[in-house]
């Protein structure tokens, strides 16, 4: 679907929502629209009214929930809709499935984290560490064994760095 697709779909749906706000599918349509344009917060505001409405309709709409709170760094009720979507999906494994699993590990890393943070005391470590390049947004990742970061040399780039065991 092109983005032009997708903005028509956006205004149709908000105009049938203006008619009736209780028609459920057209508002999980938009928030699934909303959620693949990176719209976050809409797409938030439309699966909660989903949850609130019709909370068995899919447990797509708890998937789509976490997903759009996890992206707005609201990991606590991230971690509620995500744990009602495991509740709610089959025992089968599928990709959606470990995705909402990583999800929650993300989630709950970030809360515990959060309890753990101490003010940050900042300082070149040395050209061993840092570079002439400029150097973005280092994280951590969940299972603690790798660093993330953006490098700017003429365009980003994003590194992997993962500890060696000796």
Known sequence: MSRNDFTNATIRLEQLLNDDSLFITARQQ???IYLRQKEFEQ???HYEMVSKLAS????????GLGESLL??????ASKQALTTYLSKVSTQTNQRKAIAQKYLADC????????????????NM?????SADDEYFPMLTADRSSIIL???????RIYLCQSISR
């Open 30 to 32: 938009l928030a699934d």
């Open 43 to 45: 797409a938030a505001k």
């Open 56 to 63: 068995d309709l899919t447990p797509s709409t708890w998937f």
């Open 71 to 76: 992206n707005l760094g609201a990991y606590a």
């Open 108 to 123: 709950n890393f970030s809360l515990s984290e959060r309890k753990n943070t101490q003010l940050l005391n900042i300082h």
């Open 126 to 130: 040395g050209a061993s560490i840092n």
């Open 150 to 156: 953006r490098v700017k040399k003429g365009r980003f």
